[in-house]
Nanobody
Framework: QVQLVESGGGLVQAGGSLRLSCAAS????????MGWFRQAPGKEREFVAH????????YYTDSVKGRFTISTDNAKNTVYLQMNSLEPEDTAVYYC????????????????WGQGTQVTVSS
């Protein structure tokens, strides 16, 4: 079992920044690749970013490329999502998730999920 707890969400104006954190506990954090997903009201949960177990590769959905950065601190068992130049369209509940499978943008391949943290971007 892996337990994931997100933090760092909040209300920010368009153009601002937030850094989300996801603290992992339980089985060895380094065994898992990590992803961030988000879900806006009335919409399906969608892929945002992914980092491989080694941290050597990252993947992003097109709408956040150049604005968001995913990173990990294995010593702290924590994955981060640095979000810059935020837009109202980024408003959603953000979830971190852990996977040992290959399809980084397929949410059903993720085995463990956090409870989510709300990000609201005002215009």
């Amino acid at each position: 079992q892996v337990q994931l707890v997100e933090s760092g969400g909040g209300l920010v104006q368009a153009g601002g920044s937030l850094r989300l954190s996801c603290a992992a506990s339980g089985r060895s954090f380094s065994r898992y690749a990590m992803g961030w997903f988000r879900q806006a009201p009335g919409k399906e949960r969608e892929f945002v970013a992914h980092i491989t177990r080694s941290g050597g590769r990252t993947y992003y959905t097109d709408s956040v490329k150049g604005r968001f950065t995913i990173s990990t601190d294995n010593a702290k068992n924590t994955v981060y999502l640095q979000m810059n130049s935020l837009e109202p369209e980024d408003t959603a509940v953000y979830y971190c998730a852990a996977t040992q499978r290959e399809r980084y943008n397929y949410l059903y391949d993720y085995d463990y999920w956090g409870q989510g943290t709300q990000v609201t971007v005002s215009s």
